[in-house]
């Protein structure tokens, strides 16, 4: 009789905290748990990620009302502390999110590393893991069963970029790879090369760089050699501006040069200025003008959610204090808020595991485009973009052509 009054006490304890977490209706917040991505090698893009978040964060509570579970608006928190760029930062602190902080919900920091790195606390705890920043395929290969994506996969990441060259020029035939020998960097460095085989592009050079290079002059020395028309490549911010530069300094001027990553963050041209940087392209999942509304929306048979480019832009200048250009690395983390807020509305519930299959089952369009993952939490419904920076600093939409905002400044002009 006592066994079973103890298991009955248990039970009820146990009751009383699920009806009492957090993570129930009678929340007073519903709180984003972030690893950011503050200081360290990922800075440039963590802090585009952050003010993406804190701008559709305001929007939701401020424009929206906040969020609609269990017949009342609850309004938005974002928690973030700083991981360093670091995977050791990110577990511990995802960790902290969850059981300290009682997030109902953890964004990944930037990178497809340090976003692997935390998938298996997050799994460990049966809590929602929304990655905006990791873009490795492999993450989606793991059978983890809590994570979702916003930002697309990486083996794409180059193929809108090949159909551009072969679409303007068919006859540069000749392709250099030289990616950092990062997570992310070689799924985009395999699916680049899958397709350019496909259109009939000769790779005629494909090689890695270690994280933290200070120097590529060997590597581009070789690649030189081998006279490409065109070269892809890249990893991140810091790689991505010292290719560039020293393929300046060894005048290896080619038809075209797209780098992921680094190119689309303003740092980018503002540290290299427009006699190195002008011509260079790269891979975008969002630039400002393209044009996502909600009459797009309803014309395609979506629902929309969230602010106009125009407010986003605003919001975003908001939360950073300061007269910052959004890109992509922003866009999309916003837009992950978006996500959560309509899948938690739409099942009226702020339950992890039920927000995680709500997930699997929404389709909707924001600022940021389309939106839709597959059985594996895959982001697949979202298309990219590709820029380049033109005369005077301007940052352009070149591909593909119905989203374009000027025309492409082909052959690349030399450094």
């Not at 799994?123 to 994570?147: K, P, T, V, W």
């Not at 005048?251 to 075209?256: E, M, Q, S």
């Not at 002008?278 to 797009?296: L, R």
């Not at 929404?362 to 485009?369: N, P, Q, T």
Request: charged letters at 20%; a neutral charge.
């Amino acid at each position: 009789m006592k066994r079973k009054a103890f298991i009955w006490i248990i039970g009820f304890v146990a009751f009383l905290g699920i009806l009492f977490s957090t993570n129930a209706l009678g929340a007073s917040n519903v709180v984003i748990g972030h690893p950011a991505c503050i200081s360290g090698k990922y800075a440039k893009a963590g802090e585009q990620a952050i003010g993406g978040i804190k701008a559709v964060v305001d929007w939701v509570n401020n424009m929206y009302g906040g969020i609609l579970v269990g017949g009342k608006r609850i309004p938005l928190k974002y928690k973030y502390y700083d991981a360093e760029s670091k995977k050791e930062g990110v577990t511990s602190l995802i960790e902290r999110l969850i059981t300290v902080d009682k997030v109902n919900v953890v964004f990944s920091a930037y990178s497809s590393g340090l976003t692997l790195a935390g998938a298996p606390v997050a799994e460990r705890y049966n809590m929602l893991y929304m990655d905006h920043g990791g873009a490795s395929d492999r993450i989606f290969q793991q059978g983890f069963q809590y994570i979702v994506q916003t930002i697309g996969p990486g083996s794409k990441y180059h193929i809108g970029t090949l159909n551009m060259f072969d679409h303007f020029d068919p006859q540069a035939r000749r392709v250099a790879l030289a990616y950092e020998d990062s997570e992310f960097a070689r799924m985009t460095m395999q699916g680049a090369e899958k397709h350019a085989r496909q259109l009939g592009y000769n790779v005629i050079f494909k090689r890695t760089y270690p994280k933290g290079v200070t120097d590529l002059t060997p590597l581009l020395s070789d690649m030189k050699v081998r006279k490409p028309d065109i070269v892809l490549g890249g990893g991140h911010y810091e790689d991505g501006q010292l290719l560039t530069r020293q393929m300046a300094d060894l005048d290896i001027n080619v038809k075209g040069l797209s780098l992921v990553a680094s190119v689309t963050l303003p740092a980018y041209y503002d540290s290299l200025g427009g006699h190195i940087a002008e011509g260079v392209m790269g891979p975008s999942h969002w630039e400002y003008g393209v044009t996502y509304s909600p009459e797009g929306a309803m014309k395609v048979g979506l629902d929309w959610i969230g602010p106009t480019q125009d407010e986003f832009v605003n919001l975003f200048k908001k939360a950073v204090g300061k007269d910052l250009v959004p890109e992509y690395h922003a866009a999309e983390a916003g837009a992950q808020v978006l996500a959560y807020v309509k899948a938690a509305e739409n099942i009226n519930s702020l339950d992890p595991s039920k927000v995680r299959a709500a997930l699997g089952k929404l389709k909707f369009m924001s600022f940021y485009g389309g939106w839709e993952i597959d059985d594996t939490g895959m982001q697949i419904g979202h298309t990219m973009v590709d820029m380049q920076w033109q005369h005077g600093g301007k940052r352009v939409i070149v591909w593909p052509l119905e989203a374009a905002t000027g025309k492409l400044v082909y052959p690349k002009p030399n450094f």
